[in-house]
Nanobody, 120 residues
Framework: QVQLQESGPSLVKPSQTLSLTCDIS??????????WGWIRQPPGKGLEWMGV???????YVSPSLNGRASISRDTSKNQFTLQLTSVTPEDTAVYYC????????????WGPGTQVTVSP
């Protein structure tokens, strides 16, 4: 069964770039029709969809992130990466990666999440 695992720094300073990696096991990042996404949850707030990358490498990023987010992949390592530039304390959240079920448009089999705090 597919499993996803987030990794990256726990603490980032304001104005820096956050880079998080999602490692996929049990499935291929290039599997036909597969989409892989990032979701975050700030403390005390709801879930926020950030973006996805498709099996072909095409990305869709939430416009609410004001162009600060990008998603890339490394097919040889079967992983994809979120980069979020110019971070502020408002970017403090638990960050999750998850595959997207294409038909139902639902994220499933989420990773455990990783806490990221933006603080001086």
């Amino acid at each position: 069964q597919v499993q996803l695992q987030e990794s990256g720094p726990s603490l980032v300073k304001p104005s820096q770039t956050l880079s998080l990696t999602c490692d996929i096991s049990g499935d291929s990042i290039t599997a036909t029709s597969a989409y892989w996404g990032w979701i975050r949850q700030p403390p005390g707030k709801g879930l926020e969809w950030m973006g996805v990358i498709s099996y072909s490498g095409k990305t869709y990023v939430s416009p609410s992130l004001n162009g600060r987010a990008s998603i890339s992949r490394d097919t040889s390592k079967n992983q994809f990466t979120l980069q979020l530039t110019s971070v502020t304390p408002e970017d403090t959240a638990v960050y999750y990666c998850a595959p997207l079920e294409a038909l139902a448009l639902k994220f499933h089999t989420w990773g455990p999440g990783t806490q990221v705090t933006v603080s001086p």
